[in-house]
């Protein structure tokens, strides 16, 4: 059975269906492709897994489609792989009125995304993430971008697709790290602002672990959901959008300190909550008994619970390099109960000290 969401933002609003089979579903995709041609972009691991079925499914409704394949990897997410995209689409005369379609995880959606906000000054853009964490979180809130050498995600645009397939049978294909990674940012949602899905997520991340397709598409679609309430409220990150960085600025500086690609981001993001939460217990919101019950949900995802020891002014600096850090003071989303996030931004530097301690080894 598919279900379907909408993410409200008036004349940009757009369907999010989430289901089985749904790179098969013909009807789905005419809806939103009302011309014969589309450009595809995808990478090379993703392609000879899916994209000869997308094609069959665009040819039954009589859509040509010319492929983008490119490398696969967060290393190139770069302004070069960016022009291999516009190459590809000016070389095969893509016009203004051609859909761009993002198969893949996060990489290849932000990547399409932006490519589709500036080629020839933007065209449609759909998206069908592959990855958990891309139906999760990134092919939802119209945030796309690629790196500089300088920082991550440092280029970009807010750009909303027109519609997003969140295929649940791709994820059978998805490595085990992989999967858990996604997992952080589904327990993420519980945290920040929904106990009774992290309830929910405490009673079923085994059935989770072994893709149970009926759970995985309850997940999808409860955090989708939570995603797209966020972003409805909140498009440009000015206030409540802000909470969806839980774990966050911990986690890019595990990410940055132990070097990108060495820790998966949901792993960064699951350690950093971690941390996050250790500092909620200690500015007297929760209690430790809350701190455990969440390290053991991570525990039990597969996801780790401890930080490597970069050294308290190691993490410092890589916090103060994160794009999140306002007017020099460091800001961080923590937990007022569990259930409910606050963004706060007069931590005491002596009680994060503390974390930085506590919760590295
Ligand atoms: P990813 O895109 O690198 O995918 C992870 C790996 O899985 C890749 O090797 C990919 O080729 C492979 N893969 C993808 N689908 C597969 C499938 N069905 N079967 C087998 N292998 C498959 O990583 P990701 O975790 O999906 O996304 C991470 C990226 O998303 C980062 O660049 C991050 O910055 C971005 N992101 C963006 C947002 C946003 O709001 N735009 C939010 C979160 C993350
Ligand atoms: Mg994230």
């Known amino acids: 059975m598919m279900q379907t969401l909408t993410v409200g933002l008036s004349d940009r609003s757009y369907p999010i269906h989430i289901g089985t089979g749904l790179l098969s579903n013909a009807a789905l995709l005419a809806a939103s492709i009302p011309r014969k041609r589309v450009a595809i972009v995808t990478n090379t691991t993703i392609a000879p897994l899916y994209l000869s079925q997308l094609q069959a499914t665009l040819r ?124 952080a940012e589904v327990i993420k949602y519980g945290l920040i602002r929904d106990l009774p899905f992290l309830e929910w997520l405490e009673r079923n991340i085994e059935k989770l672990l072994a893709r149970d397709t009926e759970a995985l598409q309850y997940a999808v679609m409860r955090s989708c959901q939570n995603k797209a309430e966020v972003v409805a409220a909140d498009e440009r990150e000015s206030g409540e959008r802000a909470l969806l960085n839980l774990g966050h600025t911990f986690g890019h500086a595990i990410e940055s300190g132990m070097g990108y690609g060495n820790w998966l981001h949901g792993e960064g993001v699951a350690a950093g909550t971690m941390m996050a939460a250790d500092l909620s217990q200690r500015m007297g919101w929760i209690s430790t008994d809350d701190v455990l019950r969440i390290r053991d949900l991570f525990l039990r995802a597969n996801l780790p619970v401890v930080s490597p020891d970069l050294g308290i002014d190691r993490y410092l600096d890589y916090m103060g390099l994160d794009k999140k850090v306002e007017g020099g003071k460091l800001r961080f989303v923590l937990l007022k109960q569990v259930g409910v996030a606050a963004l706060v931004s007069d931590v005491p530097l002596a009680l994060l000290q503390q974390t930085l301690v506590a919760c590295c080894s």
């Not at 009125?97 to 990489?107: E, F, K, M, R």
């Not at 069908?128 to 690629?146: A, F, H, M, R």
């Not at 909303?160 to 059978?172: E, G, M, R, Y």
């Open 60 to 183: 039954e409704i009589g859509v040509q489609s010319v492929e983008i394949i490119l490398p696969d990897g967060e290393v190139y997410k770069t302004g070069e792989t960016l022009n291999l995209i516009y190459d590809g689409l000016l070389t095969h005369r893509c016009e203004r009125t051609t859909p761009l379609i993002a198969l893949g995880g996060g990489v290849i959606g932000d990547m399409t995304g932006f490519a589709a906000a500036s080629f020839l000054r933007g065209v449609p853009f759909i998206q069908i993430p592959t990855t958990l964490l891309s139906q999760v979180d990134s092919s939802v809130g119209g945030k796309t971008g690629i790196n500089h050498p300088l920082g991550k995600n440092m280029i970009g645009a807010f750009y909303q697709p027109k519609l997003v397939l969140a295929d649940i049978s791709t994820l059978n294909t998805l490595s085990d790290k992989e999967l858990s990674a996604g997992l």
